[in-house]
């Protein structure tokens, strides 16, 4: 006689439980794996944030040592001319033309009161590509007969992201490329030897609107125009600039869950108390930001800044 075999299944209750357990361990995987993805993203934006900032610098500080070159051996003996052009400009709280000549034409649309940065410089060999050893900021060679420019300015593209621009003089017109994207604040000052004579040492930064009131107060002498220009050239404030402090603020792409700073002050906080109102460009207020409008979490941001020498001679 056969044994009766007696199959056993599981109870309602015991099937109730081991899904629970299931859904209880799916949903903390789940929590873990999202966890990590953001953490993962936080630390992509991080690193494009500071790649993209040690990029910015890289290529502005190439700008501006770049200024003080001069082809000695097609100048002489004696170098540059006195009344020859200053190696640098620049504008406060504007913008400018893609397509216009060099910084003449500012825009009052400027992106969180940013400035424009501008480097003349020589260019080298015989056109029309020159021997390659100065080039502007698009790559492009500069030949011996024409000034090569790099002027960095903020501006927003066509869908609104505001990016730093390097604008150059091409063989038949001007254009510009961006730098970088994401960019919040871009903030120049210039230190100046006031010393009679001068020592190559900075005594104080200033920014281009109290160059310029300098310049204005200039006494020129001259039988012409040109003979005025050139004695301005001579005697600009602008060729006493020994050193160039930028300040970068750039931002991600993503929500970031650090906390956000009331604001940032771009040359640190003794600066932006003593001159953010009339240089307002150098305190930006958290709230005024993009990205900033009704949103609980910020894009993550951070401040870069260099200083650089030009290389300027003293007379």
């Avoid at 993209?52 to 540059?80: N, T």
């Amino acid at each position: 006689m056969k044994a009766e075999v007696r199959q056993c299944g599981m109870t309602l209750a015991e099937l109730l439980v081991a899904l629970s357990l299931g859904l209880g361990v799916l949903l903390a995987g789940s929590t873990l794996l999202l966890g990590a993805n953001a953490a993962y993203a936080g630390h992509a934006d991080a690193a494009a944030i500071d790649d993209s900032g040690r990029y910015a610098l890289e290529v502005i500080g190439r700008a501006v040592r770049q200024g003080a070159f001069a082809d000695w051996e097609r100048l002489g003996a004696a170098g540059p001319a006195p009344g020859a052009p200053a190696a640098l400009l620049g504008l406060d709280d504007r913008s400018i033309g893609k397509t216009s000549f060099g910084i003449d034409s500012p825009l009052p649309a400027s992106v969180n009161h940013s400035d424009v940065l501008a480097v003349r410089y020589s260019g080298a060999g015989a056109g029309p590509d020159g021997d390659g050893s100065v080039l502007n900021c698009a790559g492009f060679p500069v030949h011996e007969a024409e000034d090569g420019w790099s002027i960095f300015y903020v501006a927003r593209n066509g869908d609104g992201q505001e990016e730093l621009r390097c604008k150059y003089r091409g063989t038949t017109s001007w254009g510009a490329d961006a730098v970088v994207a994401g960019v919040d604040g871009f903030q120049v000052l210039y230190g100046i030897d006031t010393d009679t004579p001068r020592d190559g040492i900075p005594n104080r930064f200033i920014n281009a609107s109290a160059l310029n009131a300098l310049d204005a107060a200039l006494s020129l002498s001259g039988a012409t125009s040109a003979d005025l220009e050139a004695d301005r050239n001579a005697k600009t404030w602008w060729k006493r600039v020994t050193n160039v402090k930028v300040a970068l603020l750039l931002r991600g792409e993503r929500p970031s869950s650090i906390a956000a700073p009331v604001g940032y002050d771009m040359f640190g906080q003794e600066y932006s108390d003593a001159h953010a109102t009339g240089d307002p460009g150098v305190r930006l207020a958290q709230a005024g930001l993009a990205g900033s409008e009704g949103t609980p979490k910020q894009p993550l941001r951070r401040l870069f800044t260099a200083v650089y020498a030009t290389g300027a001679t003293v007379p």
